[in-house]
């Protein structure tokens, strides 16, 4: 079967994988042939991890159109639980099993608080909905950045005070130190890991958009009383898509953990919330491949303009408004259409011309 005689959804699909994977062949060309500066390669998990929760944001903005705030939440319950596991297991279990442990445990408590904040905030609408995902993101943040946790002979130890308050033994160990999260973490995120996770998310969260209930999901966006008159199910879609949308960003932020030495709470803050929102609206709501691009070059772009310094943030914000005027604009997104139409029918009058001759 050729590209052109597929479907439309499949052939988008496989541009979409293909855009991916030619990225990890660049990379990796360019580190065999020593064209990777130390800063690009600093660079590459975090696009990697910035990607898969732009994507999984989309299934909830732009495909079930609900504006969540609080993916950071889901980012912050999933690295630190994922990373907990993998500090507890690297030294007595094999690497790729504490890995993927870390990986599975991040991605299900962070499914497990979807479920619970999806249930009550799930009713609620447009800008109310804005703001209590917003403030779970932040009293997970908070309630973070106040916790130790620790161990010792007599069993797990945790208070909201201080370490001291903890009463551990001597040879009691501190896993959680409050506003200095978690320490001395082994780095084990690669880049390699790192595109595999975005894979896994393009291949789930595609096929959901393209499945019976993916189709449901759309519906319930684009008419809410309609779907619900023809039987669909709208807290369970609501649900279903705010729940693989939260266990992804859990997943990320273990991919983002394990690649530092220390793991802090104030890394997610309502700033990565809306940094990742960003990323999706840029890209286009509801468009997958909008949003994997988009948190790519937003994500390096700051790098790149370090060079200019006091005006890297500057020509940055104008990148952002140029960017928002072109995908978001009706005038622009009219003259593209206009543009695109024209070159399929001069394509389609090129190929009658050759099958007359």
């Known amino acids: 079967m050729s590209l052109k005689t597929m479907k439309k959804s499949t052939r988008s699909n496989l541009i979409t994988f293909g855009i991916v994977i030619a990225f990890y062949l660049i990379v990796s060309l360019m ?23 732009a994507v999984s944001l989309n299934l909830t903005v732009g495909i079930l159109g609900e504006l969540s705030l609080g993916h950071a939440g889901f980012m912050s319950v999933g690295a630190f639980a994922g990373t907990l596991v993998y500090t507890l297991t690297f030294e007595n279990t094999p690497l790729p099993v504490s890995i993927l442990l870390s990986f599975l445990v991040g991605g299900a408590v962070a499914g497990i608080f979807g479920l619970l904040i999806g249930i009550p905030v799930l009713r609620l609408q447009g800008d109310y909905l804005a703001i209590v995902t917003l403030a779970f993101g932040e009293i997970i943040k908070n309630f973070m950045n106040a916790l130790y946790l620790g161990y010792d002979s007599t069993g ?36 390699t890991m790192g595109i595999i996770l975005i894979l896994l998310t393009l291949v789930v969260i595609l096929n959901l958009v393209n499945s019976r ?11 809410e009383i309609a779907a619900q008159s023809v039987g669909i199910n709208i807290t369970n879609y609501k649900l279903m898509a705010f729940i693989v949308s939260a266990v992804f960003a859990g997943m990320a932020g273990v991919l983002y953990a394990l690649n530092f030495s220390s793991l802090v709470a104030k890394k997610f803050d309502y700033n990565t919330s809306i940094l990742i929102l960003v990323f999706v609206v840029l890209g286009g709501m509801g468009n997958i491949r909008g949003s994997v691009i988009a948190a790519a070059l937003l994500t390096v772009l700051p790098e790149l303009l370090r060079s200019m310094k006091d005006y890297r943030m500057l020509i940055y914000a104008i990148v952002l408004i140029v960017m928002m005027i072109f995908n978001q604009s009706p ?14 029918a001069k394509r389609a009058a090129k190929k009658e011309k050759k099958e007359a001759a």
């Not at 209930?213 to 008419?223: E, F, K, M, Q, V």
């Not at 997104?333 to 399929?344: C, E, L, Y």
Request: glycine share 10%; proline share 2%.
């Open 331 to 344: 005038q622009i997104v009219s003259w593209r259409k206009k543009i695109t139409a024209g070159f399929k």
């Open 156 to 191: 797990v130890h945790f208070s909201l005070k201080d370490s001291a308050s903890m009463g551990l033994a001597p040879d009691g160990v501190v896993l959680i130190n409050g506003a200095m999260g978690i320490t001395g973490i082994k780095k084990a995120s690669t880049f």
């Open 31 to 53: 580190s065999v042939m020593g064209m990777m500066t130390s800063s690009f390669a600093g660079q590459l998990v975090p696009i990697c991890a910035y990607v898969v929760l």
């Open 213 to 223: 209930a993916g189709r449901a999901i759309t519906a319930i966006r684009d008419n």
